[in-house]
């Protein structure tokens, strides 16, 4: 303790002393001290909750956010979405993200807080798959890059060819979570896009758009290559989105002037200048737009019943259920009514909570359909093989979407795709390496929190030794693989707001586990296949080397002349090429 | 796609179309959907962050904050603690929690905003080590009390007896996150405490205090013994917190009686009362208190910087760094204006952006002392000992108290202790078992999220068979082993709201590092006399198997009498009983 009580009096000669008061304190000082925390607040003190606890992981975390913007808007608009992603590092702890997109743009009310209030947003009170979902992720992204460097967020949209483009800085106020416009201006901004350079190898124009909307942050981050990187995760995001046009440029500073850059970086132009890397479209059509759904009774809780019941426009219990609930029709509503003894014309607002209690108890126990499931947007076995063929090199690959299933109330639905390569192929992976695991939610890749994620965790649990593979205890099967999880839900249950890795319902997790068991069951189908063909390939070339001296042994034994043996060798040889046919024939109809 | 076309269809029927609206959508239709998500519907919506995915954890997290605000109560108050518990089942999911305590009281005013407000509360801003840091865990319980049973919070409290106590029953209101009160009166009442029954058996009378607190939660949930209950909780607890004084008494419903219960819980007065556990103090004084300091220039980014100096109630720079900062006198101050080129009496608010960083950029130059620790309150290795001697019946205790280092500003705190009970005793674990780990972090015990948690994984990363114990891979040790990691902190960087598990800082991790080598280098030099004890017992006992043969043959050789015979055999006996005691104690002295 002398340690601390040294230090204690070390800090009374540079401290003020009234701020190191002494307890006990009375409930009326205690009282005093209460105050409300801003969410923002709440965050910056806690951003690793949002995925910007290292350098190196801001910079992903940061140009994700922007990107899963840029493609839920461009997709609620219907429009095919091209975007760029422009990374420059302006010294050697910080960097410039700019990702701009050809989205429908953003009025200019909206955008500051979009871009710096944390929990706001269109897709949180909304039932329906989308990237975003809790109104936090560019805003924190902004508010990392304020808190690090100071530098606001700068914000260009555009919505039509009409109208002007706007042009905003803006960065929060963390005390209240407010954000304050510091810039803002009209200009003839329009959203650019580089191009391939063509055959020639000529520099093309760069392509531009009517709309679209484009964010700078600068921010302390670092690059690091490989597994964890931004380029990793744009080309999963290619994978998993082929109807998307992506441009990539990387711009580092040279290494070695670290040091000269750190102090004076402000007269450095000399940026080593990447080139831009291009992904093209693999289909030139949108998925299928999500529908919204409401809730299903069979998902909602209590509470949230006697706040519905509260809020609802509607005059009527009856009407409430029909219209606040998906699945619940007229004649439903009405048997909920009777089984609660509530009153089908009683207005909702003043049903008492011992009502509400029964009516809750009732929606319970009526038989119900399973809540629609257009609101989910899966990206189909076609496209993901095609999306597994571009990645990765294999001799065989396969794709499950299963049919939708319900978690507390939510609908998703579980894709799994597999790419199974020639055990030490040129460029592959060797045999006794784990398999590697691509996880997406909703279209997003996820890299970060691997361990802690659904995913990882039912891809071990299943038995991939039944399939022919070797597998460790509770570990990713070993082998030239690629195993890809897609989880789409109107609400993926994340374990934390950085959305990196997927809570453990057991609903999901059933169905991980049924669809990669399906890959795995055509796997060993394949694997039996190709073992039963080289055995079959081993056995002739055995025979084939005999034949030769068969015929000899004949022609001695039958006293043959040559072209007796010639003809005998054909025969058999004849006799044994057919008969593997029929035996690769049996065996396929098996 | 068959199939979602036919959902589509099917809800057409039952759905209002008006709702079901199909995209494309403008930049202007998406922002009219744009809003505001007050943090209670976040939190409501992602309720697994607070600790609330499963009933049975539900239970343990709603005691674990009612406690742990308690005991931060009354140690803010200097009031030694005492605290009941009480948990009765009134329906199968259904559970009625009380927790009770002698603290301060809080007055009226803030009753409603602690446990119906999210982000509330008075630790959230202060740098000084305390259970509860975030404003959530108390009222994100009551909350979660609301949405599964629609029960309000009750608080009842007095802050001392010449005031009336108050009685107050609370909802959330979660679209906005603000307090709704439903009851609101004054009464007579006084927190009382079930006392221990005397030595004759007869109950003795409650106790009661002028002052305290008392929070009644109903919620779902469920309860299940073992690992991750509510009475492992309450044990460790106790374990760490000697100077509480603890009731808990936990009443279930007869069990087959559920399916009766379930639909008729109201008539049902027949709960099988569970009797009152009691834990007495160990010690009867309180931990020492914790003093509040101020941010440390090295901790503090460049954003929170500026909000320093927007917002500080010095009149010039100089002023601002001496009294805003811990461990900046005022020739450091100096310094670091000099530095940065910024005159040192400056108004604080009028430095602009690239001043600021000039600044920040000089803070970070001048040597500066660590932050002051007597933010923290750590447990103590003789305190630590003794409650490992209440929790484990074993040979070997022992515990190490760290010095406090320091993680991105944040002074913190290891400590470790050991347990080692003698292999296969009795009641002891096996000793091809893992060792037992007890994780806490500000005295509170942690139970869940093992795996994701940084004390998990820096024990499973010690070389334990450097210290003589078994040890799989990238695991616990094995035997008959209990570990305990304490981690003090003004600020514990947990992994999620639900505060389970600590962040992989790697300050942190080499912390706990130390600290279980230490204990683990002990254990060695334990494990190693023992060992050569066991052996020189072994080689006595051999010995004193021959002397009696030895004597015998003597006498036959020597033709002694039987007396001389038995003389002898004393003096070899006396012979090995000295030269072992000389080793034994030649071996201590090593």
Redesign the interface.
Same mark, same amino acid.
């Given at each position: 303790?002398s340690? =601390?009580?040294q230090? /204690?009096k070390?800090?009374e000669?540079? +401290?003020?002393p009234s701020?190191?008061?002494?307890?006990?304190?009375? =409930?009326?000082e205690? /009282?005093r001290?209460?105050?409300?925390? +801003?969410?923002s607040?709440?965050f910056?003190?806690?951003r690793?909750?949002l995925g910007f606890?290292s350098p190196r992981r801001a910079l992903l975390t940061a140009v994700k956010e922007a990107v899963d913007n840029a493609l839920d808007?461009c997709?609620?608009?219907?429009?095919l979405p091209e975007v760029a992603v422009e990374i420059v590092q302006i010294e050697p702890d910080r960097f410039s993200v700019t990702v701009t997109d050809n989205g429908?743009?953003?009025?200019r009310?909206?955008i500051p807080?979009?871009f710096a209030?944390l929990?706001?947003?269109?897709k949180?009170?909304?039932l329906r798959m989308s990237r975003g979902q809790?109104?936090i992720g560019i805003s924190a992204a902004a508010m990392y890059g304020?808190?690090?460097?100071?530098q606001p967020a700068l914000i260009r949209s555009r919505?039509a060819r009409a109208r002007p483009a706007h042009e905003i800085e803006v960065a929060m106020d963390?005390?209240s979570n407010r954000p304050t416009i510091l810039r803002d201006i009209e200009t003839d901004w329009r959203p650019e896009f580089p191009q391939e350079a063509d055959e020639s190898g000529a520099a093309a124009a760069p392509t531009s758009s009517d709309?679209g909307t484009s964010v700078t942050i600068v921010l302390e981050a670092a690059y690091v290559r490989g597994r964890l990187s931004v380029d990793e995760y744009l080309q999963q995001c290619a994978v998993v989105n082929p109807h998307l046009r992506l441009h990539y440029r990387l711009a580092l500073l040279p290494r070695g002037n670290d040091e000269n850059h750190a102090t004076d970086s402000a007269s450095s132009p000399s940026i080593a200048g990447g080139a831009w890397r291009h992904w093209r479209r693999a289909v030139e059509t949108l998925p299928?737009?999500p529908?919204?759904?409401?809730p299903h009774p069979h998902g909602v809780?209590?509470?949230?019943l006697?706040?519905i019941l509260k809020?609802t426009t509607a005059r009527t219990v009856r009407a409430a259920l029909?219209?606040d609930f998906?699945?619940?029709?007229d004649r439903a509503a009405l048997e909920v009514c009777a089984r609660a003894g509530v009153d089908p014309h009683a207005a909702p607002a003043r049903i008492a909570?011992r009502e509400?209690?029964a009516l809750f108890r009732a929606l319970g126990e009526v038989k119900l359909?399973r809540p629609?499931?257009?609101c989910?947007s899966p990206i189909g076995e076609e496209l993901i093989v095609a999306g597994l063929k571009k990645e990765v090199a294999a001799d065989f690959y396969t794709a499950v979407t299963r049919?939708?299933a319900v978690y507390r109330g939510h609908p998703f639905q579980i894709e799994a795709g597999l790419a199974y390569a020639r055990p030490n192929a040129e460029g592959g992976a060797a045999a006794d390496d784990p398999a590697r695991l691509l996880r997406f939610a909703n279209r997003v890749p996820l890299l970060y929190m691997a361990?802690?994620c659904a995913i990882t965790r039912s891809t071990c649990a299943v038995n991939w030794r039944a399939y022919g593979l070797a597998q460790p205890k509770d570990a990713l099967p070993l082998g030239p693989l690629v195993l890809l999880v897609h989880v789409a839900s109107v609400?993926v249950?994340?374990?934390?707001?950085s959305k990196d890795a997927v809570?453990h319902y057991p609903e999901i997790v059933r169905e991980i586990t049924f669809a990669l068991q399906e890959c795995g069951r055509r796997l060993a189908v394949f694997l039996s296949r190709r073992r039963r063909e080289a055995d079959a390939e081993r056995r002739r070339s055995h025979i084939e080397k005999y034949i030769p001296h068969l015929a000899l042994g004949l022609r001695e034994i039958l006293r043959f002349d040559e072209r007796e043996e010639e003809r005998v060798r054909q025969k058999l040889a004849s006799l044994l090429e057919r008969s593997r046919g029929e035996a690769t024939w049996l065996e396929r109809g098996k």
């Open positions: 303790m340690d =601390a009580q230090s /204690a070390e800090s000669t540079s +401290s003020r701020k190191r008061r002494a307890i006990p304190e009375t =409930a009326e205690m /009282a001290r209460q105050r409300e925390i +801003s969410v607040e709440f910056l003190k806690n690793h909750l606890d808007a997709e609620e608009a219907g429009i429908p743009g953003i009025v009310a909206q807080k979009i209030k929990l706001y947003g269109s949180f009170h909304r809790q109104g304020q808190l690090t460097t100071g919505t963390t005390k709309h299928k737009p529908v919204e759904i409401r809780e209590l509470g949230l006697i706040q809020h029909t219209r998906s699945r619940v029709n909570h509400s209690e359909m629609p499931t257009d989910l049919e939708p361990g802690a609400w249950p994340f374990t934390s707001e809570a």
